[in-house]
C-alpha cells in the first residue's frame, strides 16, 4: 500500500525558515517523480515543486523560485522542502505527492501538513 | 501558461441525481487532463486521468470525456459520499473547483 506521511509543519514567523518532510512507502521511491502542492485556507490546490526520481531535475512555481527548495534522499524514501524568507502568503496545507505519467497527475497525496505563517 | 476554467462553481443536486461538472482550458491540452476529488478536511482523492481513465478504486458511477480544450466529468448517479469538491488539473494547473452540495 502506497503511504506518503508528511511532518514538519507549524507556526513560524515572516521571514522565517521551516523544513518539511514526507516519508514514503509501499512502492519503489526512487523511481517517482515526487511533488509538492499547497492548499491555502479555503482556497483551491497550487502546485509548488516537483524533483524527479533521481533528484537530477527540479521545478518550481515561480512565487517561490529561489525561496524554496526541494530534495529528496532515496536511501531514506524521503521527500523534503526546505522553505525560506516565509511570507503570510505562504500558509496553507501542503501536500507531498507521488507523480505519475509525463504530466503531473498527482495519483497519491499525503494527508498534509499546515504552516502558519504569521507573527 | 494554461487557464483551467471550471463550471459550475456550485452545483446543488439531490442523491440519487446526476451531475455534470465542466473544466475548459484555454488551448488545448490534447486528452491530459486528470479530475481529483476532495472532501472537507481530507487530501485530494484521483478520480481520473488522461481525461476517460478512472484512477485504481474509483466507482464506476464517476466517467470522463473531452478532449482539447473541453472536459466533462460526469457522476452518474450522486451517493451521499459524492458531496465534494471536484477539481481537473493539467500538468501544473489546476482550476478552481467545483463544489457540489447537497440541494
Known amino acids: 500500500e502506497v503511504q506518503l506521511v508528511e511532518s514538519g509543519g507549524g507556526l513560524v514567523q515572516p521571514g522565517g525558515s521551516l523544513r518539511l518532510s514526507c516519508t514514503a512507502s509501499?512502492?519503489?521511491?526512487?523511481?517517482?517523480?515526487m511533488s509538492w502542492v499547497r492548499q491555502a485556507p479555503g482556497k483551491g490546490l497550487e502546485w509548488v515543486a516537483n524533483i524527479e526520481g533521481d533528484g537530477s531535475k527540479t521545478n518550481y512555481v515561480g512565487s517561490v523560485r529561489g525561496r524554496f527548495s526541494i530534495s529528496r534522499d532515496n536511501a531514506r524514501n524521503s521527500l523534503s522542502l526546505q522553505m525560506n524568507s516565509l511570507r503570510a502568503e505562504d500558509t496553507a496545507v501542503y501536500y507531498c505527492?507521488?507523480?505519475?505519467?509525463?504530466?503531473?497527475?498527482?495519483?497519491?497525496w499525503g494527508q498534509g501538513t499546515l504552516v502558519t505563517v504569521s507573527s | 501558461e494554461i487557464v483551467l476554467t471550471q463550471s459550475p462553481a456550485t452545483l446543488s443536486l439531490s442523491p440519487g441525481e446526476g451531475a455534470t461538472l465542466s473544466c475548459r482550458a484555454s488551448q488545448s491540452v490534447s486528452s491530459h487532463l486528470d479530475w481529483y476529488q476532495q472532501k472537507p478536511g481530507q487530501a485530494p482523492r484521483l478520480l481520473i486521468y488522461?481525461?476517460?481513465n478512472r484512477a485504481t478504486g474509483i466507482p464506476a458511477r464517476f466517467s470522463g470525456s473531452g478532449s482539447g480544450t473541453d472536459f466533462t466529468l460526469t457522476i452518474s448517479s450522486l451517493e451521499p459520499e459524492d458531496f465534494a469538491v471536484y477539481y481537473c488539473q493539467y500538468s501544473i494547473t489546476f482550476g478552481p473547483g467545483t463544489k457540489v452540495d447537497i440541494k
Open positions: 505527492t507521488r507523480v505519475s505519467g509525463a504530466y503531473d497527475t498527482s495519483e497519491y
Open positions: 488522461d481525461a476517460f
Open positions: 509501499g512502492f519503489t521511491f526512487s523511481k517517482y517523480w
